[in-house]
């Protein structure tokens, strides 16, 4: 069965771009390249138009921004006869820009593109995984050293370079189609977290492919009020609350007890905590039996320290995330 469903990388050079894809079903590779010795702009969006599903990596907020341009623009730049110059300057500096945006501070993650105007479907494993989170970041070079994935590159050509031979495009390629490839065994390693998120869209009709585990909960818990009440959800996520000032004891149970000293003086620090703003106003550390816990407004965080950990036939590595909806 061949559901054309490809695992994707591009590259986006000043003077050259590049597409290099990986078919699940069939294994079929696919690459193409625009570049004033070499124009695949046709062969591509025939390729792009068959497509019913990408992979890739940080490509909602990326890769995808520009196929989309690309698939919008290119009827225009075949009329008007744009040479592989201009066309390869447009893209690029779509990228630019779609790099600068999420370089900003105040960047918030969202989809560059609106979910009912994407043209094909996206799954993408950096969201996924929530590494879209600034204290999970994680590049694929860093999953390919921790997977061990055999062949590490760098890119072999610097982005800003003017005038790339087509000599040197076969080395871009080869580091193009090998991010893809690392892109696919890191899919593989992901088949049990897709197949959760696919049973809760066949179950639930909950669109949340490219959902973090933390955010699936929260989701599908607001759906089902939100069936269950005939409200909608927007005016649920209205529903909240400006407060000049939070007592924390006014949030906290009655029943919460600890029978540790350390943990009973940090609830009393708690409950002696008015918050007026969010930024930094909780910070609060504890280390009880060698390991150190660490309290913000984000939550509980901890982890003990790096090196090898195995599992035998007494203990079990058990590694939880958990979010609270807000």
């Known amino acids: 069965m061949n559901r054309n469903c490809y695992v994707y990388d591009i590259e986006t050079l000043k003077s050259c771009f590049t597409y290099s894809a990986f078919n699940i079903d069939n294994n079929e590779t696919v ?3 625009i570049h004033k010795d070499r124009n695949d702009l046709i062969e591509l969006i025939t390729h792009l138009k068959k497509c019913k599903a990408q992979i890739g990596y940080n490509n909602v907020n990326f890769d995808y921004p520009i196929i989309h341009h690309m ?9 008007k006869e744009y040479n592989p110059s201009i066309i390869i300057t447009e ?22 593109i609106k979910l009912s105007d994407i043209l094909i479907v996206q799954l993408d494993l950096f969201k996924l995984w929530h590494y ?9 070079k860093g999953l390919e050293v921790a997977m061990n994935y055999p062949n590490v590159m760098e890119m072999p050509i610097f982005h800003t370079k003017d005038d790339i031979s087509i000599e040197e495009v076969d080395s871009i390629l080869e580091y193009n189609l090998n991010d893809v490839m690392a892109t696919y065994q890191f899919y593989k390693l992901s088949l049990d977290k897709i197949g959760l998120r696919n049973d809760l869209n066949a179950k639930y009709n909950l669109k949340c492919s490219n959902f973090p585990d933390s955010k699936i909960g929260e989701q599908l818990v607001l759906k089902l ?3 269950a009440t005939g409200l909608n959800p927007w005016d649920i996520k209205k529903l909240r609350s400006n407060r000049l ?6 949030c906290m149970f009655d029943y919460i007890k600890f029978n540790t000293e350390e943990f009973n003086k940090i609830k009393d620090i708690f ?8 930024k930094g106003s909780l910070e609060h550390s504890l280390i009880i039996k060698g390991f150190k816990y660490d309290y913000g407004l984000g939550g509980i965080h901890g982890c003990i320290k790096p090196g090898v950990y195995e599992s035998n036939d007494e ?12």
């Open 225 to 227: 009020y939100c069936e």
């Open 71 to 79: 698939l919008n623009y290119y009827k225009e730049w075949i009329i």
């Open 245 to 250: 000032k939070i007592a924390l004891k006014d």
């Open 132 to 140: 879209n989170n600034k204290a999970r970041s994680q590049s694929l």
């Open 91 to 112: 893209i690029y500096e779509k990228a630019q820009s779609l790099i600068e945006e999420q370089n900003k501070p105040q960047f918030n993650a969202i989809n560059a």
């Open 31 to 33: 690459q193409y390249v």
């Open 271 to 278: 409950e002696s905590l008015v918050i007026t703003e969010t």
């Open 315 to 326: 203990y079990i590595i058990i590694d939880c995330d958990v979010n609270a909806a807000s």
